[in-house]
């Protein structure tokens, strides 16, 4: 069975940082391209970060430059650096395969809040 389980959110305040972590369980981890999707309120879910297997990284434009992926094979774990957070970025972050097997399993994600 494939788990993923977010951890690391909370509220911050405008330009603040945090750093979310993604356990995987049920998958051989170094295999995969992960990603981190978010969902706010009234919006779709989006892919704002995927990092492949070699390392290889993608950004959604209204993240890049603020925003790192990064990943531990050995501790099988994924993570998202977020700096610079802006109101906008507040929402679910949920960590899974950056591809349609995604649809296998959602966590119950890790709410970011970035207000004054």
């Known amino acids: 069975q494939v788990q993923l389980v977010e951890s690391g959110g909370g509220l911050v305040q405008p330009g603040g940082s945090l750093r979310l972590s993604c356990a995987a369980d049920g998958i051989i981890f170094r295999l995969y391209t992960m990603g981190w999707y978010r969902q706010a309120p009234e919006k779709q879910r989006e892919l704002v970060a995927s990092?492949?297997?070699?390392?290889?990284?993608n950004y959604a434009d209204s993240v890049k430059g603020r925003f790192t992926i990064s990943r531990d094979n050995v501790k099988r774990t994924v993570y998202l650096q977020m700096n610079s957070l802006k109101p906008e970025d507040t929402a679910v972050y949920y960590c899974n395969f950056a591809s349609n097997l995604r649809d296998l399993y959602w966590g119950q994600g890790t709410q970011v809040t970035v207000s004054s």
């Open positions: 990092i492949t297997s070699g390392g290889s990284t």
